[in-house]
């Protein structure tokens, strides 16, 4: 999809809180970003079988299949963190060793930070 010349650009939202996935939509589709979400790790995965974004949000507490294995399973796709877990304890628990981990974005997140951060990881 192109917009003003440029094409647009796809985000994967994966969070089990649908309050959450709907905000985070809202905000990056003002953005000119072209938004998916998901409900969870399985529901990702699934996803990514017919869609390649350009950039995963991903939550890292989720129901069904952990987060590491979804992870492990994406590759040449930037991942950014959305999580309440501090970065510290999701480093303890090795969700940060991969190289397309590229961000960890704190939640609750202010909208115009998340705004930037998400223009900065797709280098607009």
């Known amino acids: 999809m192109k917009l003003g010349g440029r ?12 309050d959450v996935r709907e905000s985070v939509k809202t905000i990056l589709e ?8 998901a409900t969870g790790g399985d529901d990702c995965l699934k996803i990514l079988q ?7 949000l991903l939550d ?13 399973q994406i590759e ?16 303890k628990q090795g969700l940060c060793e ?3 981990v ?7 997140f202010d ?3 998340l705004i930037k951060r998400v223009s900065l990881i797709l280098n607009e």
């Open 102 to 108: 590229v961000d960890f974005i704190q939640k609750p």
């Open 30 to 37: 003002k953005q000119d970003y072209r938004v998916i979400t």
């Open 76 to 91: 040449d796709i930037k991942i950014a963190f959305m999580s309440i877990v501090w970065i510290s304890e999701a480093r």
């Open 111 to 113: 909208a115009n930070d």
């Open 50 to 56: 017919e869609e390649t974004p350009d950039l995963i």
């Open 7 to 18: 094409r647009m650009k796809t985000i994967l939202v994966a969070d089990d809180d649908p």
């Open 60 to 72: 890292i507490r989720m129901p069904g299949i952990p987060v590491k294995n979804v992870v492990e």
């Open 98 to 100: 991969q190289d397309n």
